[in-house]
């Protein structure tokens, strides 16, 4: 129970009247679907009997003609004794009887049976007196006498059988008037029930928006209000990091004089530790410029191999407390980058620093230059424990350290790195060496000058680019 009610206040108020407004919705459609199809079903109804079907009237018409036609063409035959006369009364004889047997079973109207019984009836008699007309022609009886005698016979019945022909005639159009009754009051009917229906539709439809719409308009005005205070909270947060990122920067102006002079004053040891620390706090400043897009580079074409040369003095005491080789196999010749030399040789130091710090003693660090046209490709692989491969996209992450080595550094320097490098217009690529121990470090950085647009990181960082000697100035 307690689970359903916490589900219930999950949904909230809105929620659930608009998921009951859909509900209402969706059944006042179907209510107006069924109550189409009935009126439809009205219409189609009204439509079916509209079709009047004159198709008993002219069959009567049919029944009549062949009777008179039959007792016309007997009474002749009586006269002229024509054998081809006699065929075709026997003909017409034959096509009554079917007629009249085809029209009682096809138009049942009420009381059609008892006339068609009298119609019979009369038939017989005719019958009757045809063949006493046959015996009295048979007996040498004179023509025109047997024919007065058929004639005299076969009169009243004519009369007869037209008179239940009326009465037939009279019971259809009895039915058509009906019909045609019936087709009126349908109409009326649906006439009425269309605007009634629509009227009822509509107030249902028009009420059900309204709702909607003002619940539309309830959770609009939420979530403008949420907006602002998202966008609230998200100034405050801009300001407290602006606020962080001054203290930072702060600070570190103010470390870097001290720094400096207790390096003047320091022997080798604290010395390396204020190199260190200095290095720490120049990362921790390029990284928050880099984040709030405001990391510019000062760029100059520099050879590579004078970086890594300078890397290679700057690295040489902390690999040789740690009994490791750095090994730099830089080509015999010269090759050109447009960078930020001092940034580069941090990342240099930076990259190396680690691969000496989780290398074995008495292993090696590899640094190798490649070049291509565009490119200049600097890998620094080490000997180390390497990196789980579930995991190597995050080591650029701010503060990441594997569990192993979390306690040899805060982890910053990598992120640093690909900031820089990112600048610069370069990547920074991060493998497992293939004989399963160790990792290598590549990064890219570009040959040629940006023309007339900026070598950016994506969004945000600024890049210009100075001569030797302002570079050297700045400096």
Known sequence: MAKNIFKLRAWGVESLVLFTLFILFVGTLSAAWWGAMSLR????ESAATFELDPGGLIALEKLRTLANSKYADRRIYFMTSADSLFAKQQKEEQEFTEALASYQKKYGLPGVDNIISDVSEIERHEDDFFKQGMAFRESLTQPKIVAQFYSAKTS?????????????????????????????????????????????????LVILFAAISLLILRILGERIRLLRERDRLASEARKAILARDEVIAAVSCDLKDPI?????VADENIKAIAAELQK????????????????????????ISEILDRAQVSIHPFAKTRDVTVQFESGSHSVLAYVDVERVHRVLVNLIG??????????????????????VNVTVSDSGAGIPADRIEKIFDNFWQAKKTSSQG???????VKSIIEAHGGTVRV??????????????????????????????????TVSRSQASLDN
């Open 41 to 44: 079903h009205t219409v189609g």
């Open 156 to 204: 009243p019945l004519v009369s007869q059988l037209n008179g239940k022909f009326d009465e037939l005639a009279t019971l259809h159009t009895a039915s058509l008037e009906e019909t045609r009754n019936r087709i009126q009051n349908a109409k009326s009917d649906a006439q009425a029930m269309i605007p009634r229906r629509m009227e009822i539709l509509t107030g249902a």
């Open 260 to 264: 400096a002079q207790l390096s003047a």
């Open 280 to 303: 720490a706090v120049y990362e921790i400043v390029d990284q928050k410029k880099a984040d709030l897009g405001d990391l510019s580079l000062r760029l100059e074409q520099f050879d």
């Open 354 to 375: 680690n691969a000496v710090k989780f290398s074995p003693r008495h292993s090696k660090v590899l640094v190798k230059v490649k070049s291509d046209p565009q490119f």
């Open 410 to 416: 805060a982890g910053v320097g990598l992120a640093v």
């Open 431 to 464: 493998e497992n060496n293939k004989a399963g121990s160790g990792t290598a470090i590549t990064f890219s950085l570009p040959r040629r000058r940006p023309a007339n647009a900026p070598i950016k990181k994506p969004g945000s960082v600024g890049v210009r």
